[in-house]
């Protein structure tokens, strides 16, 4: 597949821009481990990964590449048939339908062959292609079922060059601090690759069962390197492991450290022999946080009235810049939240998505006409689109300044015998907790 200098121009320019709005204002700070057991750029090989995040997964892997590398990523395919101005869009930067039952149903698995085909092209000609063999994301930190699909590709791939050039598979995992918030940490995780030339013979005589082997190691070395906690009382194990009962781990670990501790904690909590007491009991804590609009953080710091005095009159000095700097930062933040109707992990993916692609640049052309056809200030409506980044990371630590404050008044709020509930559940916890030992 040929690209000419200036359509790779274009391409890189246009990555380079996408990729300075996440990693300026999506995430604070980013963590590659393994970078190593990437085959180099030009080898057949597909990255494979553990699926959470939604859009934000595939972005995540290619910011974490070189601006030369040209990624391939396959996205459910009913996103193609909105627009043929979107279709157009999502093939240039290098997305490929993946038809799935559950969706299109069985004449729509039937496409995917056509993509098998792209997918191949491409392989061949040393450009990697993102797959998530959960045909889905989850809904947090657990890994879900793999289908074949992601072999069956790579092994096409393999029959398009005669079986005459290794395909490798990688094994990847992301990690994220958040994954409804800005401004957070991302690790990315590459386990060594899994070679099919030695597979070959045998695939040709059994591939069914080829398929299913080499799709549940890849399952297995996945999952060793994610954060898995397993779907079920999802929502409660999460809150334990992101409490001071996690004391396997503080707030300042680093996400890589992090990670480690929280396996550790995960694997004490689903073995742990009074798991339903636990679960019980930690639920209704997190529903007595909530009721009284609290948090973790908040109880470990106690806040004082000085301290929500003085957090009170920072807001107020700094009130006017703040106000000053949503144009555009507010609406990008606020239209995906408004907007999403049900899955909420869907809630970055559209904010990045909606502010690079359109708002950003939207607001940038507002912007000029206003500042500089309507009031003669071009180049202070130029730079006053250069400051969009520091004034976009001001805007998000003073909304968090803000979320604080209002928490540190709902602690000051809540009464004694509230407080004393929850500390008395704390304690309650921690004793259960530590009555086995953690492995190590």
Same mark, same amino acid.
């Not at 980013?30 to 959470?52: K, M, S």
């Not at 889905?136 to 069956?152: D, K, L, N, P």
């Not at 007491?277 to 639920?283: K, S």
């Not at 993916?349 to 708002?359: D, F, K, M, T």
């Given at each position: 597949?040929?690209?000419?200098?200036?359509q790779?121009?274009?391409?890189?320019?246009?990555?380079?821009?996408?990729? %300075?709005?996440?990693?300026?204002?999506?995430?604070?700070?980013?963590?590659?481990?393994?970078?190593?057991?990437?085959?180099?750029?030009?080898e057949?090989?597909?990255?494979?990964?553990?699926?959470?995040?939604?859009?934000?997964?595939?972005?995540?892997?290619?910011?974490?590449?070189?601006?030369?590398?040209?990624?391939?990523?396959?996205?459910?395919?009913?996103?193609?048939?909105?627009?043929?101005? $979107?279709?157009?869009?999502?093939?240039?930067?290098?997305?490929?339908p993946?038809?799935?039952?559950?969706?299109?149903?069985?004449?729509?698995?039937?496409?995917?062959?056509?993509?098998?085909? $792209?997918?191949?092209?491409?392989?061949?000609s040393?450009? @990697?292609?993102?797959?998530f063999p959960?045909?889905?994301?989850?809904?947090?930190?657990?890994?879900g079922?793999?289908?074949?699909?992601?072999?069956?590709?790579?092994?096409?791939?393999?029959?398009?060059?005669g079986?005459?050039?290794d395909?490798?598979?990688?094994?990847?995992?992301h990690?994220?601090?958040?994954?409804?918030?800005?401004?957070?940490?991302?690790? =990315?995780?590459?386990?060594?690759?899994?070679?099919?030339?030695?597979?070959?013979?045998?695939?040709?005589?059994h591939?069914?069962s080829?398929m299913?082997?080499?799709?549940?190691?890849?399952?297995?070395?996945?999952?060793?390197?994610?954060?898995?906690e397993?779907?079920?009382?999802?929502?409660?194990?999460?809150?334990?492991?992101?409490?001071?009962?996690?004391?396997?781990?503080?707030?300042d670990?680093?996400? @890589?450290?992090?990670?480690?501790?929280?396996?550790?904690?995960?694997?004490?909590?689903?073995?742990?022999?009074?798991?339903?007491?636990?679960?019980d009991?930690?639920?209704?804590?997190?529903?007595?946080?909530?009721?009284?609009?609290?948090?973790?953080?908040? %109880?470990?710091?106690? @806040?004082?009235?000085?301290?929500?005095?003085?957090?009170?009159?920072?807001?107020? %000095?700094?009130?006017?810049l703040?106000?000053?700097?949503?144009? @555009?930062?507010?609406?990008?933040?606020?239209?995906?939240?408004?907007?999403?109707k049900?899955?909420?992990?869907?809630?970055?993916s559209y904010?990045?998505?909606l502010?690079?692609?359109?708002?950003?640049?939207?607001?940038? $052309?507002?912007?000029?006409?206003?500042?500089?056809?309507?009031?003669?200030? =071009?180049?202070?409506?130029?730079?006053?689109?250069l400051l969009?980044?520091?004034?976009?990371?001001?805007?998000?630590?003073?909304?968090?300044?803000?979320?604080?404050?209002?928490?540190?008044?709902?602690?000051?709020?809540?009464?004694?015998y509230?407080?004393?509930?929850?500390?008395?559940?704390?304690?309650r916890?921690?004793?259960?907790?530590?009555?086995?030992?953690?492995?190590?």
């Amino acid at each position: 597949m040929k690209t000419s200098w200036l359509q790779f121009l274009k391409y890189t320019l246009y990555k380079g821009y996408l990729r %300075l709005v996440h990693e300026q204002l999506l995430v604070r700070h980013r963590y590659t481990q393994g970078l190593d057991n990437l085959p180099p750029y030009g080898e057949r090989y597909f990255i494979v990964a553990n699926h959470q995040n939604t859009a934000n997964d595939p972005l995540n892997i290619t910011f974490a590449l070189p601006l030369n590398y040209h990624i391939s990523a396959l996205a459910r395919a009913n996103v193609f048939s909105l627009h043929p101005l $979107l279709t157009s869009y999502f093939h240039w930067i290098g997305l490929l339908p993946a038809y799935r039952f559950g969706w299109e149903g069985g004449e729509g698995i039937e496409n995917n062959f056509k993509s098998f085909d $792209l997918i191949a092209e491409r392989i061949n000609s040393g450009q @990697p292609v993102i797959v998530f063999p959960e045909a889905g994301h989850t809904q947090g930190h657990y890994i879900g079922h793999f289908t074949t699909g992601t072999v069956r590709m790579a092994f096409y791939a393999a029959r398009a060059n005669g079986f005459r050039e290794d395909v490798k598979i990688v094994p990847t995992a992301h990690h994220y601090s958040d994954y409804f918030d800005i401004q957070t940490d991302i690790l =990315w995780r590459i386990g060594e690759p899994i070679s099919l030339k030695p597979y070959y013979d045998a695939f040709q005589e059994h591939p069914n069962s080829v398929m299913r082997d080499i799709t549940r190691e890849l399952h297995r070395r996945i999952q060793v390197m994610m954060l898995d906690e397993g779907p079920e009382d999802y929502a409660v194990k999460d809150f334990l492991r992101n409490s001071s009962l996690n004391t396997l781990r503080t707030p300042d670990t680093p996400l @890589p450290d992090r990670l480690e501790a929280d396996q550790r904690f995960a694997r004490h909590l689903n073995n742990h022999p009074h798991y339903d007491e636990i679960i019980d009991l930690a639920a209704e804590l997190q529903e007595l946080e909530d009721i009284q609009g609290i948090d973790e953080a908040t %109880l470990q710091k106690a @806040p004082t009235r000085w301290d929500a005095a003085l957090n009170i009159l920072l807001l107020t %000095l700094l009130s006017p810049l703040w106000l000053v700097s949503l144009w @555009p930062h507010g609406l990008c933040y606020r239209l995906p939240t408004l907007l999403l109707k049900s899955d909420k992990m869907f809630t970055n993916s559209y904010r990045y998505i909606l502010s690079a692609v359109i708002l950003y640049p939207l607001f940038a $052309l507002l912007t000029i006409l206003v500042m500089g056809f309507v009031w003669g200030w =071009w180049w202070q409506s130029l730079l006053w689109i250069l400051l969009w980044i520091p004034t976009g990371r001001f805007a998000w630590w003073y909304y968090s300044l803000l979320r604080r404050t209002r928490r540190a008044l709902n602690y000051l709020r809540t009464p004694r015998y509230g407080l004393d509930t929850i500390k008395d559940l704390h304690f309650r916890l921690k004793v259960l907790l530590n009555t086995e030992p953690y492995e190590s």
